[in-house]
């Protein structure tokens, strides 16, 4: 009975040793892939969005309107064919594996073939063959790979496409810009979208695409600034650095800035706006009156910055606004012609012995002498007269439509005054003493029709906002002035 036994159990462990019988064949896993790797190139365009030429004070900063503007363009190169092969024995005897190729196709390119451990072999039941290869391709063209295992069983084959999907390397495809005004950025291209990258701490990085493929634009603005009066060229520059290969790409734009030894006049608009109390950057013209923006403007009940920022009511706040951008203006160490001088001495005098509300209530000669005044300062201020007019940036914008508007739109306009405007409900027409008053859109249209005699207010209600045209007619005499409703 022990003899039995012994013998069956050899006999079982005989047939586990047997080779697998013709056509039990390994199961193999194989899976081939396209690989290739990709170069970026970068190039960066910057843009001066502003005049080319500009014309400053000594001391004023101008907020000039920049833009870059990443693009990448890429080449690839390295086209292979990389895989991995398993081949397992899954049958219940020892199998021999003699060899394994594979093939490419078009071309009959065979592969370089690495396993592990080397052929040829014997696996036992169980046992698994690793194997990786590697076929250098001239293109990605659409291929086929043939994989052939030859062994004791027999020979098995199995024909799979190649896929070229993303690379499987990468260089440069992300970039670090930097400006002369803003903080680095970093940006990446996969040769698809563009993202901008967002480093969160020392080990997060957030990627954010740009829709639609569109490439990375920054806008931002640079600070020009000379204290000293001369030519100069200010260069906006804008720079990329490769994340790889770490070149770096440029590329600038030019300014030409004019800075006149004899001082350039600023608006009511820059002034309000470059005091201590901002927006815009501090202009020390401001230090030279005795408090700077918070010095009391005569009898106002007001300061400096208060006549500025007060509502164009009236005669009296469009003459003290002009009148404070003539005194800082002067300050500035801009000149004032004799007929300007004149007027502003004038001035002085009358701001010194009246109040908004005095000044407020006057007619006939008084108030077209105010009016007078007031245009003489406006046109010094903005230019047309004296030593002309210095560059504004967008920081003086809202405050030029408040207040420089207010005043005749040219000198032929004579002694017509719209005020306010902007206008919003009515606006009252100074200076005419019998005249026909229509209110035309841009299209013609007419949106309003009065008889003005003496001061006349215009009742606005209804009519939308936008830019109008006021026809004055007295007699064979015709004006225009430009009005803005809101």
């Not at 701490?201 to 639609?212: A, H, R, S």
């Not at 003496?454 to 045209?469: A, N, W």
Request: charged content about 15%; some cysteine.
């Amino acid at each position: 009975m022990k003899k039995n036994v012994l013998w069956a159990a050899m006999c079982c462990l005989s047939f586990a040793l047997l080779p697998a019988a013709m056509g039990q064949q390994p199961s193999v896993y194989f899976v081939p892939e396209g690989a290739y790797s990709r170069t970026f190139d970068w190039s960066v365009n910057t843009q001066c969005l502003g005049s080319s030429d500009l014309k400053l004070a000594p001391g004023q900063t101008y907020r000039y309107p920049s833009q870059w503007t990443l693009a990448a363009d890429f080449t690839d190169s390295n086209w292979r064919s990389e895989g991995f092969i398993s081949v397992q024995n899954l049958t219940a005897a020892s199998m021999t594996i003699t060899s394994i190729e594979v093939t490419l196709r078009p071309g009959d390119s065979i592969a370089i073939l690495t396993c592990t451990p080397s052929l040829p072999i014997t696996l036992l039941p169980g046992g698994i063959l690793e194997c990786t290869y590697l076929a250098p391709l001239p293109d990605a063209s659409p291929r086929t790979a043939e994989l052939t295992v030859s062994g004791s069983f027999g020979v098995m084959s199995r024909v799979e496409n190649v896929v070229f999907g993303f690379p499987w390397e990468n260089q440069d495809e992300c970039v670090i810009t930097s400006d002369n005004c803003t903080q680095s950025r970093e940006a990446c291209f996969n040769g698809i979208e563009y993202a901008w990258v967002f480093r969160i701490g020392d080990d997060q990085v957030l990627y954010v695409n740009i829709p639609g493929g569109q490439p990375p634009v920054n806008n931002y603005v640079c600070p020009i600034r000379y204290d000293v009066c001369g030519s100069n060229n200010y260069i906006n520059t804008a720079s990329v650095e490769e994340s790889d290969t770490h070149e770096i790409v440029t590329d600038q734009c030019a300014v030409s800035v004019n800075v006149p030894c004899n001082i350039c006049t600023l608006t009511p608009g820059y002034w309000k706006s470059h005091s201590e109390l901002g927006p815009a950057p501090y202009d020390d013209a401001w230090a030279g009156l005795p408090n700077g923006a918070s010095t009391t403007f005569f009898l106002s009940g007001t300061t400096y910055y208060g006549v500025l920022v007060s509502p164009n009511t009236g005669i009296y706040w469009p003459l003290a606004s002009q009148y404070a951008a003539a005194k800082l203006n002067q300050l500035n160490g801009a000149t004032m012609p004799p007929n300007v001088l004149g007027a502003f001495n004038a001035t002085t005098n009358m701001l010194q012995n009246n109040t908004p509300a005095q000044m407020n209530s006057w007619t006939g000669i008084r108030r077209f002498l105010v009016l007078s005044l007031t245009g003489i300062m406006r046109n010094y201020n903005m230019g047309l007269t004296g030593p002309g007019s210095c560059d504004e940036d967008s920081s003086s914008a809202q405050n030029r439509s408040n207040i420089e508007e207010s005043q005749p739109i040219s000198v032929e306009a004579g002694w017509y005054y719209l005020i306010p405007n902007p206008a919003s409900g009515e606006v009252w027409l100074y200076g005419a003493a019998d005249a026909r008053v229509t209110v035309l859109d841009l299209s013609g249209r007419i949106c309003r029709i009065t008889q003005a005699k003496g001061d006349t207010r215009l009742d606005l209600s209804g009519v939308s906002p936008g830019l109008y045209l006021v026809q004055i007619q007295e007699g064979d005499n015709v004006k225009t002035l430009k009005l803005i409703v809101r």
